[in-house]
C-alpha cells in the first residue's frame, strides 16, 4: 500500500475584509461572497499535516464552522489567522473546537496597532479576545505581528506581554504581492527595525523554550529579508505546499506579483490538477523566483526539510547565550556593508520588491471585480457584514 504524503496547505476562504490596514490593501477587493469556496470544494482537498485557514477576514464568513468541521477530516492540525475583530464568532468557534490554533494579529501596543489596522479598538477587541480564548483553556492561541517602521519599537513589549500570557508570538515583515494588492510596501530605517530584531532575537534565544530559540531564527531571517537578501533556505512552495483561493484557484504561495495557478479544484480532482502540465509550469517558476519572501508559511516548511541549518544555528547561538554572549545583527555581512558605507540605501531599496509603478492585479475574479464598478470594498463589505448582523 503507498501511503498518500500529507502536504501543508493554506485555505484563504474569503478575500473580504472589515479591517483597514496600511500595509495591506485587500480590504479594498473583496471576493463576490457567492463565489467564495463552498464546502464540497473543501471536500476535494488532500490529507494535510498543517492547514492554515486565512483570508481576508474568515470570521466573516458565517460559515467558518462548517469549514472548520470539514477541513479536520483531512488534517492534522488547524491555526486560523484573523485580526480579532469579531470575538463572539471566535469564542464560539473555539468552544466547538478547542484543539484549533488562533493567531491574532496586532501591530503593536494599543495606538500602534489601532493606527495601522484601521479598527476601532481593534487592540482592545484583539487582546480581550485573546484573553478570554487563554481563559476557556485553549492552549494554542497566539499574536501574530507584522514588522514595519511604525511599530518596531513596540516588537519586544509585544512579545513580553504574549509572554506573560504564556500565547505564542508570530512576526513578520511587509512584503508586496497580489494577495496583500500592495507593491509599495518598503522597510525605510532598515538598521532601526533590525535593532528589534536583534533585541526580540535575544530575548527568545534566552527562554527555555527549544521552539522559540527556532523562532530566534526566523527573526534572524527576517533581518536578511528586510536588507533585500537571497533567502536563507529554499523556498520549496508547490511541491509539498499550496495555497487555495476563494475561487478554488490552487496557488503556490501568496508572495507572487500576480496570481500563479496550478489549477481549479472547483472544476477538476486534486489528482488531476495536482499533476497537471499547469502545475509542473507553476513549479518550474517557484524554482527560480527571485522575491526571496520570508513570511512562516514558507519558511516553517523549509525549516522542517532543511533542518540541520536552523539546528546548527540555534546550537551555535544558544550555547553563546548561555555564555552571556549575545547575537548581534552584524552577524549578517549586509548589515556591515550597509554599516560601513559599501552599500546604499537606494542599492538595498532595489533589491527589494517594491515598485512604485506596478500596477497591481488583485487576483479577482470578473464576477468580483464587476461589483466594484460602483460601489468600493469597504462599502460592499460594511454592508455584508450590516447584513449578517440583521439576522
Ligand atoms: S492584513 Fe489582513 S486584516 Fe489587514 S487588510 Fe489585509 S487581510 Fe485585512
Ligand atoms: S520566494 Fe517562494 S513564497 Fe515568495 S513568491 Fe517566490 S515562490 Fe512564492
Known amino acids: 500500500m503507498v501511503m498518500e504524503r500529507k502536504l501543508n496547505g493554506t485555505v484563504i476562504v474569503t478575500y473580504r475584509c472589515n479591517a483597514r490596514c496600511t500595509m495591506c490593501n485587500r480590504y479594498k477587493a473583496p471576493s463576490k461572497s457567492e463565489e467564495e469556496l463552498t464546502l464540497e470544494t473543501i471536500r476535494k482537498l488532500p490529507p494535510m499535516y498543517f492547514t492554515n485557514i486565512t483570508g481576508g477576514e474568515p470570521f466573516i464568513r458565517t460559515d467558518l464552522k462548517d469549514i472548520v468541521r470539514e477541513l479536520y477530516k483531512k488534517s492534522d492540525r488547524i491555526v486560523i489567522s484573523t485580526n480579532g475583530f469579531f470575538t463572539e464568532r471566535i469564542v464560539e468557534l473555539a468552544k466547538e473546537f478547542p484543539q484549533v490554533g488562533i493567531r491574532i494579529s496586532i501591530e503593536g501596543l494599543e495606538d500602534t496597532n489601532n493606527a495601522i489596522r484601521g479598527l476601532e479598538n481593534g487592540y482592545q477587541r484583539g487582546y480581550q479576545t485573546l484573553k478570554t480564548l487563554r481563559e476557556m483553556g485553549m492552549k494554542d492561541v497566539g499574536f501574530g505581528m507584522t514588522v514595519q517602521d511604525k511599530n518596531a519599537p513596540d516588537l519586544v513589549p509585544l512579545y513580553r506581554i504574549s509572554d506573560e500570557m504564556g500565547m505564542e508570538f508570530a512576526t513578520a515583515s511587509l512584503h508586496n504581492s497580489f494577495y496583500f494588492v500592495e507593491a509599495k510596501n518598503i522597510i525605510h530605517d532598515r538598521p532601526m527595525v533590525a535593532k528589534h530584531f536583534e533585541d526580540l532575537v535575544n530575548e527568545l534565544l534566552r527562554s527555555r523554550s527549544p521552539k522559540k530559540w527556532f523562532r530566534a531564527y526566523f527573526n534572524h531571517g527576517l533581518i536578511n529579508y528586510i536588507y533585500g537578501q537571497k533567502r536563507l533556505l529554499p523556498c520549496d512552495m508547490s511541491f509539498d505546499t499550496f495555497f487555495i483561493d476563494p475561487y478554488g484557484d490552487v496557488m503556490p504561495c501568496n508572495g507572487t506579483k500576480e496570481k500563479e495557478v496550478m489549477g481549479n479544484l ?82 538595498l531599496d532595489a533589491c527589494s520588491t517594491c515598485d512604485m509603478n506596478c500596477v497591481i492585479d488583485n487576483g479577482l475574479s470578473e464576477q468580483s471585480k464587476t461589483q466594484l464598478v460602483d460601489r468600493s470594498g469597504e462599502e460592499i463589505v460594511d454592508a455584508d457584514i450590516a447584513a449578517q448582523e440583521r439576522i
Open 266 to 347: 472547483n472544476t477538476q480532482s486534486w489528482d488531476e490538477l495536482w499533476n497537471s502540465k499547469e502545475a509542473e509550469q507553476v513549479r518550474a517558476k517557484v524554482r527560480c523566483c527571485d522575491r526571496d519572501c520570508w513570511m512562516i508559511g514558507s519558511v516553517s516548511p523549509a525549516m522542517h526539510k532543511y533542518i540541520w541549518k536552523p539546528a546548527w544555528w540555534v546550537f551555535t547561538h544558544k550555547l553563546r547565550s548561555i555564555f552571556g554572549g549575545r547575537y548581534s545583527m552584524y552577524e549578517n555581512k549586509i548589515v556591515r556593508d550597509y554599516r560601513d558605507g559599501r552599500v546604499s540605501k537606494e542599492e
